[in-house]
């Protein structure tokens, strides 16, 4: 999500994550109740066009939110939600997409209160580390073949009731409602989103070999410069990756060749 849509999801947000610290406990309330309309609006094309629609004034819209949401939700969700649609969006799903990442950070934001927020974060990319080596586990989590039941049995062989109470929410709602997206491919995703919630990016590296400590730090130190915030490394070794090198920051994945040429830029501004 970008331009536009980026900035409307950033305007919804700054006003929303107060309400979810203040929220407390309840902030994984609040999510689950997002999920539920986010699963509405999966439902419902319809439903998405019309609260998406730029020339459908903003208050036809809200009152449409709260003539739908009206009964049985939080007025925190229908607060939100409300809020999203008075926005402009490039597409109608990032209206959808904007629901899902408040969704996600409102669980994320229930973590942080426990003091568990790191803890999330670090067991979604053990989750993704277990499964590098078997493709054909990470296939079945995504696979429109495969129930949902089966999906979500195979995510509990590979958890082993281990984990946050978070953790475990958001790797079961990857895999029971994929969203056209792979299973590894979310969780990077959900990784992203407790990232910003500690003001961090997150960088996927995944190298044919190990890094010593010390090219780690290094990496860590160019990408922060690159990117102009402090980065955390998640590191894996799988040695089909091709080039040696293989790193991805949001939606920038950023190769060897690209690295070189950033550090190579920063070194001539310097001198």
Known sequence: MRGTSQRSLSTVWSGFEPVLTAAGDDASVIGEQLFAVLDALDSSKALVRAL?????PGDSKVALVRQVLGNGFDQRVVDAVAGLVVERWTADDDLVEAVEHLAVASLLVSARTRGQLQVVEDELFTIMRSLLGSRE???????PGVTTEDRVRLLDSVLAGRGDEVTQRLAR?????PRGR???????????????????LVAVVT????FSEAQLDRLGRILAQAYGKEVQLNFTVDPAVIGGLHIQVGDDVVDATVLSRMTDARRRMAS
Do not use: C, G
């Open 137 to 143: 586990a990470r296939s079945a989590l995504s696979a």
């Open 173 to 177: 709602r990857a895999t029971s409602h």
């Open 52 to 56: 998406a629609d730029p020339a459908r």
């Open 207 to 210: 190298a044919s070999q190990p």
């Open 182 to 200: 792979r299973f590894v491919a979310t969780l990077t995703w959900y990784s992203s989103i407790a990232a910003e919630l500690r003001d961090r």
